[in-house]
Structures are given as structure tokens and as C-alpha cells.
């Protein structure tokens, strides 16, 4: 038996449905993958558009608002499913999943060709959001939970597909509602040499500010659900 009760309202999310966003996203990643390197026929490819549209008759059916956030998301345990960075039950996303130690913020993801950019590269627009997330989760994750204020990247080389990458993000310095986080993406097995570096600024809304973006927003028995604390990262854990 399945429910509607998530984490977000005081209950624990749907284990059973939970299972199957999961792995739905887990066929999801497969397939988009699949779409960006098969050298099947137009025949065979239009036969898995067809399946494909025949799968998502399947599920089609009343959809909840974009102002209520989806029940299988916990706000006990940071948990986002749908994130497009680190959500379990996200088709787009690798997922990263983080780990924290000594203050840094990390995650090793190996990327294929659903995010190129030039042959057999990240595009370099993936990169700012994998960053945006990475040092976002690790301003959440020290108690400074803010919104992207500013962005900056340098890229100091290609980042290569199909091979083990390492994110990691850490606090630079903090004021006031301010915080400061630098990160880096470099390769699993060289995470000193980084490839790609950012340095973002996130800034904590006011209240008034706080209640204009976020009025609107409700968990699924319709409880006003505003982001605004570390609560609101996705999971990480320790290492």
C-alpha cells in the first residue's frame, strides 16, 4: 500500500514508491545515455521513441503544482529526490552523492556523454551547475544555507567524460548573512590539480525577501514548507 505522506510533513517517505522514482531515474539515465551513443537505424529509433511515449502513458495522470514540493522528499535528512545535481529519483542528474570530512565537501561522479560539450568533454555550462550545487550543499551543510548571489568559475582544463571526476567545496570565509565557498572539480585519482575552479557567494535572504519568493510553497498536506535552513541541502554524509 502507498501513500502520499513524504518526509516533509512529519512522515517517512513511501519506501516502496521511493524504490521505484529511483530506479525509474536509474532507466532514465540509461536510456538518455543510450540515445547519445547509439549508432542504431531510424527504424530502431523510432520504435524506442514510440516504447518511450507508451512508458509515460503509464504514469500520466494528475501532477502536483510546482508550489508543493514532491512527497518523497525529507526534510529530516536533507534528502532532495528530484534535484537535477544529486536527486536519487532525478533522470538528469549522475547523481553526485556528498560526503563531508574535515570541513570539505565531496563527490566522485563519472560523467558520459549526455553532458559533452566538445567531443569527449563536459560543456562547460554543466560544470557551473554541478559547482552551483556543490558549493551550495557545502555552505547548507555548515549551517549557512543562502541563495547563489554570484558565480565564478575558471577553467583551467578540459574535464574529461567516461573517467572518475571528484567535486569538493569548502568555506572560505563568512559575515554576517554573507558566506564565501570555493570548490573544485579535478580528477578522482589527481584531485590537486583542478580543472575547474569556482568561488561563490551566497547571501541568505531576508525575511521579507524569504516570504515574497517562497509564500507560495507547501509540502503535500499543504503545510506552508519555505526553504531557509541547512535542512534544505541534500544529504551528506560524513566520511
Do not use: C
Not at 560523467?111 to 558549493?135: C, I, K, N, R, W
Not at 568561488?199 to 515574497?212: H, T
Amino acid at each position: 500500500m502507498t501513500t502520499n505522506d513524504g518526509g516533509l510533513d512529519g512522515g517517512a517517505p513511501d519506501a516502496g514508491l521511493l524504490a521505484a522514482a529511483e530506479d525509474l531515474a536509474a532507466a532514465l539515465r540509461e536510456l538518455i545515455e543510450l540515445s547519445a551513443t547509439t549508432t542504431a537505424g531510424a527504424a530502431e529509433v523510432a520504435s524506442a521513441a514510440e516504447l518511450v511515449r507508451s512508458a509515460a502513458e503509464r504514469i500520466e495522470g494528475p501532477r502536483r503544482p510546482l508550489t508543493q514540493l514532491p512527497p518523497l522528499d525529507d526534510r529530516a535528512r536533507g534528502r532532495r529526490v528530484f534535484n537535477p545535481v544529486s536527486g536519487s529519483a532525478s533522470g538528469i542528474a549522475p547523481p553526485l552523492r556528498f560526503v563531508r570530512e574535515d570541513g570539505v565537501v565531496s563527490a566522485v561522479a563519472t560523467l558520459g556523454a549526455a553532458y559533452e560539450g566538445p567531443p569527449t568533454f563536459l560543456h562547460g555550462g554543466m560544470s557551473a551547475l554541478f559547482m552551483d550545487q556543490v558549493l551550495g550543499d557545502t555552505a547548507a551543510v555548515n549551517g549557512l544555507w543562502g541563495m547563489t548571489a554570484h558565480l565564478e568559475l575558471d577553467y583551467r582544463g578540459p574535464v574529461p567524460l567516461g573517467r572518475p571526476l571528484r567535486f569538493r567545496g569548502w568555506v572560505e570565509e563568512t559575515v554576517g548573512r554573507k558566506s564565501v565557498i570555493a570548490g573544485s572539480i579535478a580528477l578522482d585519482d589527481a584531485p590537486d590539480r583542478p580543472l575547474v575552479e569556482a568561488r561563490g557567494v551566497f547571501v541568505m535572504p531576508r525575511p521579507e525577501k524569504l516570504a515574497a519568493y517562497f509564500g507560495s510553497v507547501t509540502d503535500v498536506s499543504g503545510t506552508h514548507r519555505p526553504p531557509g535552513n541547512a535542512g534544505d541541502a541534500n544529504a551528506v554524509e560524513r566520511g
